[in-house]
């Protein structure tokens, strides 16, 4: 059934490029994706740094697309599903490993308190959790304190996942040129996603950061914790499963 839509779908560029970006949309809300961000945002004292780490992983996960795309569409580069069950292999590791650097965070303690600024009448507060021994440091206080840290996480998720989802439809496209295109339409669709699930993600911590502390901190260890729980999860489904070291 999905092929024949996906051959309707070939038929006009427009319709193509529509799907491109309705597949990143859908993208963007996989459970993997929205773990390893929701990890960062924990991290984020305002919700349009939220976004932007959101962005910044679209951003990331659009340049291994592409870099992939070249390799397939102009070298007629194959993926083996060996090489990308070994690349999920990789994203599971990363998951744990993010959800295991929040929850040490939360172990070791830090210093919560809040930031006060003034934009000519309007005053707002931003709160902000400090690291154990950094609650004086002035690096941490203002800015929006960009990392690339999302930027790479993007990257991992790209050469590990998408792929396959890509590869459905590239083949029906004839012009390589087009196929690009369809590439970074796609990513646009997967950075708009994130962004906007990264805001929605990071209202629960905005909210109750400032009234709840408590509940916050309960918050971060549950997004630890899932991080945790599914990247063991992706660990075994493709190195025991799937047989990847078999």
Same mark, same amino acid.
Request: aromatic fraction near 6%; include cysteine; charge should be negative.
């Given at each position: 059934?999905?092929?024949?839509?996906?051959?309707?779908?070939?038929?006009?560029?427009?319709?193509?490029?529509?799907?491109?970006?309705?597949?990143?949309?859908?993208?963007?809300?996989?459970?993997?994706?929205?773990?390893? =961000?929701?990890?960062?945002?924990?991290?984020?004292?305002?919700?349009?740094?939220?976004?932007?780490?959101?962005?910044?992983?679209?951003?990331?996960?659009?340049?291994?697309?592409?870099?992939?795309?070249?390799?397939? $569409?102009?070298?007629?580069?194959?993926?083996?599903e060996q090489t990308e069950r070994a690349l999920e292999?990789?994203?599971?590791?990363?998951?744990?490993?993010?959800?295991?650097?929040?929850?040490?965070?939360?172990?070791?303690?830090?210093?919560?308190?809040?930031?006060?600024?003034?934009?000519?009448?309007?005053?707002?507060?931003?709160?902000?959790?400090?690291?154990?021994?950094?609650?004086?440091?002035?690096?941490?206080?203002?800015? $929006?304190?960009?990392?690339?840290?999302?930027?790479?996480?993007? *990257?991992?998720?790209?050469?590990?996942?998408?792929?396959?989802? *890509?590869?459905?439809?590239?083949?029906?496209?004839?012009?390589?040129?087009?196929?690009?295109?369809?590439?970074?339409?796609?990513?646009?669709?997967?950075?708009?996603?994130?962004?906007? *699930?990264?805001?929605? =993600?990071?209202?629960?911590?905005?909210?109750?950061? $400032?009234?709840?502390?408590? $509940?916050?901190?309960?918050?971060?260890?549950?997004?630890?914790?899932?991080?945790?729980?599914?990247?063991?999860?992706?660990?075994?489904?493709?190195?025991?499963?799937?047989?990847?070291?078999?």
């Amino acid at each position: 059934m999905s092929e024949i839509l996906l051959l309707m779908f070939s038929t006009s560029t427009a319709a193509v490029l529509s799907l491109g970006f309705v597949l990143g949309l859908k993208h963007a809300v996989e459970a993997d994706h929205l773990a390893a =961000v929701s990890t960062i945002v924990t991290e984020r004292r305002s919700l349009f740094s939220s976004a932007i780490v959101g962005g910044l992983w679209g951003l990331g996960h659009t340049i291994s697309l592409f870099i992939a795309g070249v390799l397939v $569409l102009l070298l007629d580069f194959q993926i083996s599903e060996q090489t990308e069950r070994a690349l999920e292999f990789g994203v599971g590791i990363m998951l744990v490993l993010l959800g295991l650097n929040v929850l040490q965070k939360i172990v070791q303690g830090g210093t919560l308190h809040f930031h006060t600024h003034e934009h000519g009448k309007k005053t707002h507060v931003h709160p902000h959790l400090h690291e154990r021994g950094k609650e004086n440091d002035p690096e941490s206080h203002h800015g $929006l304190s960009i990392s690339p840290r999302a930027v790479v996480i993007g *990257m991992i998720h790209g050469l590990a996942g998408s792929a396959a989802l *890509m590869l459905l439809v590239i083949p029906t496209i004839d012009s390589t040129a087009m196929g690009l295109l369809y590439i970074l339409i796609f990513g646009i669709g997967s950075i708009g996603g994130m962004m906007l *699930m990264s805001f929605l =993600v990071g209202l629960p911590f905005q909210i109750t950061a $400032l009234r709840f502390n408590r $509940l916050n901190l309960i918050l971060q260890c549950v997004a630890g914790l899932i991080s945790v729980g599914l990247g063991l999860f992706i660990i075994y489904e493709k190195g025991v499963v799937e047989g990847l070291f078999a």
